[in-house]
């Protein structure tokens, strides 16, 4: 299974039910009704002014007056939301399952939704579920989206793939009239389309993440959806490199491989770097480094020449020594080994690191005038030691004694250990 940087799947929408009551006028309502609207109009300015209580205690007095049932049903739900601010999730479901019970088609929906998410989010999934399947019933696109969304969320909570399949399908839909789809269809699209892709990504399905994606882009220009789809695409990539390596490296191997058409060593070569490269840029250097390994090993020693010749692209050019000689500098076999790990930056931090050491311990003697030879000595031979603990310190301090042995005549002049233990 790949996964990539982009964003993880969710188990349903991470904001809890909005508190913020619906801005609506009561034209019809009955004459109790009006007061009991009035109280529900104080009420909601009030919680939105975070004075939670004394909505509350409104909105119960709104409850109690017994008003019409459109404006019950929303009092009902001004205080299951406001109830569920405060902490009390036993008083605030009570009245959003009160409100559901009105069967208003304004609150009701709201009221099953705002109930629903409480559960599910409390982990009460069964109960989350007959909600969802009530919210089905009571109508409208916008609602019946959300719905399915829940389902297809529980469904894939019980492992439930087909019924999963169905209820992303429904939730994904556009209505007939897609210019007239409301604020709350089109966000549950884009929810479910985000949702999705990130599940599917997890599952290693990248064509069916990316179909997933521009359902919510056809609503939405989302920059995070733009991300997922990038993300799809890079883990559709890494399959179809992946498949370009696998063959070559399945080449030979049986009667049906060799029936296959066998990549030549540039292709081979050039996946290989593409799909570490991918890899790296997924954040999985491990794999990205198996890939390099792959093929610097490839039996084609053709191929694996193309390789090494890819992971030492930008390298120097080696420097001819003394005898006319030229060598491969000391250092290319670390700079192999940062390429293929992706570690070049932490490479790069260390040398900085040791040319600022050895700097300051050869500058403080100058700067200070210092001419005693014991002390100059000393300050040269702490520098020289900076690198030895370093994984390539022992490589500097092999090619001085190479270098310095063929000036000598192919005398090794320097003592065991040197430069730690002195001489």
Known sequence: MTTTSGPPARSGPADPPSATDPRDTEESAAPPGRDASGLCDQAQDLAENG???????????????????????????????????????????????????????RYAPRAAHHLALSLEQDGEAAEAERVWRRLLDLGGPAHTAVAHYGLARAAEERDDTDGAEEHWEAALTLPPDPEAISRLHAATIVDASRDLSGRLLERGLPGAAAAAVERGLSVVDAPDLRLLRAAARLEHAIVDVGAVVDSGERAGQTDGARNAPVPEPGTSAAAVELLAGLLALRGDPAAAERAWRLGLGDRNADTAEEVRQRLRRGFATPTEDGDGEARPPWWETYLEEAVATTSAPALA??????????????????????????????????????????????????????????????????PEGWPEDGG
């Open 51 to 105: 004075h939670l209580a004394r909505a509350a205690k409104l909105y119960q007095q709104a409850v109690a007056a017994n008003p019409h049932p459109h404006v019950q049903a929303r009092a009902l739900l001004g205080l299951a939301v406001v109830e569920d601010q405060r902490g009390d999730l036993p008083a605030a479901r009570e009245a959003a399952r009160r409100a559901l019970a009105t069967g208003d088609s």
């Open 349 to 414: 931090g260390e040398l900085f690191a040791v040319i600022t050491r050895m700097h300051a311990l050869l500058a403080v003697p100058v700067v200070e005038g210092e001419a005693h030879p014991a002390t100059l000595r000393t300050a040269m031979e702490q520098a020289l030691r900076t690198p030895s603990e370093l994984v390539w310190g022992p490589g500097v301090h092999a090619d001085f004694r190479r270098r310095l042995s063929e000036a000598m005549g192919g005398r090794d002049v320097l």
